[in-house]
């Protein structure tokens, strides 16, 4: 018999939901609406210059970083798609210096949803893949939901997806219970289910990194990436590749789909800045992905899903993927600190 015809993310949802008890209402709904401006997003990104949205939009981010025209715009319609529908306490981007409260107009929900909403701008006006990264935590009942009910640590998580916009825009998600992968199909505007249960390969020979930040880095990092480099003549004995988009959501689907460790260190150039990437939505739930489908995910030191917030853009270093290279430089890295 043919394959089956691959299920829809709402079949798959209602499933989770009805058959397996893992997700309730307000949380099937919450995935739904934020998949649903997912498409809006590929929409807008895929209309490139016709879509009269690239370039800057003249504005900063709370990080100091120049905003484009489509960092402004997605996180318009995340906001605009969520807010409404009473799943949600508040919600938190990396483009707002603050938590957005649910208008009092509209129910509020249980949940809390924090996310960039297109990370990897730096490739938007080069036609390389971005992607759209999101985290779910529940609202503690007895705190307004301003920042310090976002500050919980990665394993509070409920669910965790990103949206990669490449040559098909694929939609990876975690409840908890494994990694799926969901495929736009244009023509139905639907996603369907393409990849159940995804792991990553233990063991890997490619490794993800800006090495032009080499100087900044320190001794165990630059340990780490000269054994990789002396390949087959050094002490790791056989060869490793190097691939770095620059966009985070393209290299974690990279490793998620073939396996690979994604660094970005803390380094000396701003001692200030523990690491680039922030904590709350590129790291937390990317490590809950890579965790689920067998990965590690680490800042050098601790496991990132047990780091405990202290601010809502804090910077966190990123050690991801195969288990077996996470746990050797992390090795590194704690040895040097003994
Ligand atoms: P660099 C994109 O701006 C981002 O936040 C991540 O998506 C990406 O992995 C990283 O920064 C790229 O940083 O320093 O190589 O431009």
Redesign the pocket.
Same mark, same amino acid.
């Given at each position: 018999m043919a394959d089956a015809k691959p299920i829809s993310l709402t079949r798959f949802l209602l499933e989770q939901q009805r058959d397996q008890g893992r997700i309730n209402a307000d949380l099937r709904l919450l995935i739904e609406v934020v998949a649903r401006a997912c498409k809006r997003i590929s929409i807008a990104v895929g209309k490139g210059a016709l879509g009269g949205v690239l370039g800057n939009a003249g504005t900063d981010n709370v990080q100091g &970083?120049a905003q484009k025209k489509l960092d402004v715009l997605s996180n318009e319609i995340l906001l605009e798609a969520n807010e409404w529908g009473g799943h949600l306490a508040a919600l938190a981007s990396e483009e707002m210096d603050d938590p957005h409260p649910i208008p009092h107009r509209y129910p509020k929900g249980e949940y809390l949803l924090v996310f $960039?909403p297109l $990370? !990897?701008?730096? %490739?938007i006006d080069v036609n390389i893949s971005v !992607?759209t990264i999101f985290s779910v935590l529940r609202c503690p009942a007895d705190i307004e939901p301003g920042e310090q009910a976002f500050l919980q640590a990665g394993t509070r998580q409920v669910a965790a997806g990103y949206a990669v916009y490449g040559s098909s825009t694929v939609l990876v998600l975690t409840l908890g219970d494994g990694v799926h992968a969901f495929t736009l199909d244009r023509e139905q505007g639907t996603f369907l289910l393409t990849q159940s249960d995804m792991r990553i390969p233990e063991q890997t020979s490619e490794f993800a990194i %800006?090495m032009? %930040?080499l100087r900044h880095w320190e001794p165990p990092m630059r340990q780490y990436i000269e054994e990789l480099l002396a390949g087959r003549t050094g002490v790791r004995e056989r060869d490793f590749n190097m691939r770095? @988009?620059?966009?985070? @959501?393209? $290299?974690v689907h990279r490793i998620l789909t073939r396996g690979g460790i994604?660094i970005?260190p803390r380094d000396m150039k701003d001692p200030d800045k523990p690491g680039?990437?922030?904590l709350m939505y &590129?790291a937390n739930p990317m490590a809950m992905i890579v965790e689920q489908a067998g990965g590690a995910a680490t800042d050098g030191r601790l496991r990132i899903l047990d780091i405990q917030p202290e601010k809502l853009h804090e910077r966190v270093a990123v050690f991801l993927g195969s288990k077996d290279e996470v746990e050797r430089v992390t090795r590194y890295h704690r040895e040097a600190a003994t």
């Open positions: &970083e $960039d $990370d !990897g701008s730096s %490739n !992607g %800006n032009s %930040n770095w @988009v620059a966009s985070m @959501v393209a $290299d994604f970005y680039k990437l922030r &590129e």
